[in-house]
């Protein structure tokens, strides 16, 4: 089950874009898993901060070879809280978060979080960084470091070529004693306002019981994909 990260439309809205809402659909071909997965993002920003969500659909339940329905679905949604712009905290934000989901015949344990969101840009606010803290509580599942630190970033005109864009995240976590690494960097290309190209590649470790399907804990799954921007 992938996770994304919606920071173009960050990006957008600080360089002044006239909406407070951005919404895009996302369809790749996991080479790796040799499935589709479809991802349905939303960004909203207000006075008091912002709010992102993303809902994951895998579809690789099949019939006599053929898919009939998805076979698994993962859901997040986060509140950065931020009602001081006009002081030397600005860059600070307060973010909450829920993530959790299901698969054939298991469910990813829901988790709550909790922590601080640190904002950096460049000038013109193309090349943007998120670094985060959270204390992180899973349901019915330990942890023997109960935090989660999460790098976000966004480079808008890559070398120079308009519409270029490379971003991802970076999570660090630890499920019972086990550290789990997960990243996804992503590179878009704009045809026209609403239509992107690209893809990405999957790097993880000790994620998703992929050591078990794959044998190795270390594991890249390159994707290929497009996005609607609504």
Request: hydrophobic share 40%; glycine share 10%; net charge negative.
């Amino acid at each position: 089950m992938s996770k994304k990260i919606f920071v173009a439309a960050v990006a957008a809205l600080a360089l002044g874009a006239t909406a407070s809402a951005q919404t895009n659909f996302q369809t790749f071909y996991d080479f790796g898993r040799k499935h589709f997965t479809t991802t349905l993002e939303g960004f909203h920003q207000d006075n008091w901060g912002n709010t992102f969500f993303f809902i994951d659909y895998d579809y690789n339940n099949k019939v006599d070879n053929t898919v009939v329905s998805p076979s698994g679905s993962y859901f997040e949604i986060a509140r950065c809280l931020n009602f001081w712009n006009d002081t030397a905290l600005a860059p600070l934000s307060l973010q909450v978060e829920y993530n959790g989901g299901l698969g054939l015949g298991f469910g990813i344990n829901s988790a709550f979080l909790v922590g601080v969101d640190w904002f950096l840009h460049s000038g013109d606010f193309k090349n943007t960084l998120n670094l985060k803290v959270l204390y992180k509580k899973f349901v019915k599942m330990s942890s023997n470091v109960p935090l989660q630190f999460t790098a976000v970033w966004g480079c808008q005109d890559l070398f120079g070529l308009e519409k270029l864009r490379f971003s991802g995240f970076v999570d660090f976590w630890c499920e019972y004693d086990n550290l789990v690494v997960l990243s996804e960097p992503q590179l878009w290309y704009g045809i026209g306002d609403h239509f992107n190209i690209g893809g990405e590649v999957e790097l993880s470790y000790n994620f998703g019981g992929l050591e078990f399907s794959t044998g190795k804990k270390f594991n890249v799954m390159p994707c290929i994909g497009t996005k609607w921007v609504f």
